[in-house]
């Protein structure tokens, strides 16, 4: 989570909303990835999907079974989406998301039987130091 705080902090330089995520495959970082929907003018250029495009080129398999994702902040649905396609064994999250996480906090899609792929999902990671970052950034884009 230490690394994925790391390019959250990397995003906010950006003026992007500081999330990071990683893939973890048998202890070893395979993908990194933070949010940078603005500079990318993609409305999908989200931290996890960055961090699963990262892996998956890296791992050579659009799959990545075995895999954790590691993110400071609690999945939204279309993220919640991709880690499933992809398989994600286990996802573990910082901070949640009051207006768009799928882990309980608006709906819980990682808990939808009928979906063909579970991860297990654990939040509250290092929470309170992945939401200050959040809270930090609003408040200073807030006085501006």
């Not at 495009?53 to 279309?78: H, I, K, Q, S, W």
């Not at 396609?85 to 207006?99: C, E, L, N, P």
């Amino acid at each position: 989570m230490r690394e994925a705080i790391s390019l959250a902090r990397a995003a906010e330089c950006l003026g992007e909303v500081p999330v990071g995520a990683v893939v973890v495959q048998n202890g070893v970082i395979v993908g990194r990835g933070f949010n940078s929907p603005i500079g990318e003018s993609d409305p999908t250029a989200h931290a996890e999907i960055a961090a699963l495009r990262d892996a998956a080129r890296a791992l050579g398999n659009y799959r990545l079974p075995g895999c954790e994702l590691f993110v400071t902040l609690e999945p939204c649905a279309m993220c919640a989406g991709a880690i499933m396609h992809a398989r994600i064994s286990r996802v573990i999250y910082g901070a949640r998301d009051a207006k768009t996480g799928v882990h309980g906090s608006v709906v819980d899609l990682f808990g939808v039987e009928r979906l063909n792929h579970h991860a297990t999902v654990e939040g509250g990671v290092l929470a309170d130091e992945c939401s200050s970052l959040l809270s930090q950034f609003f408040a200073s884009r807030r006085r501006k």
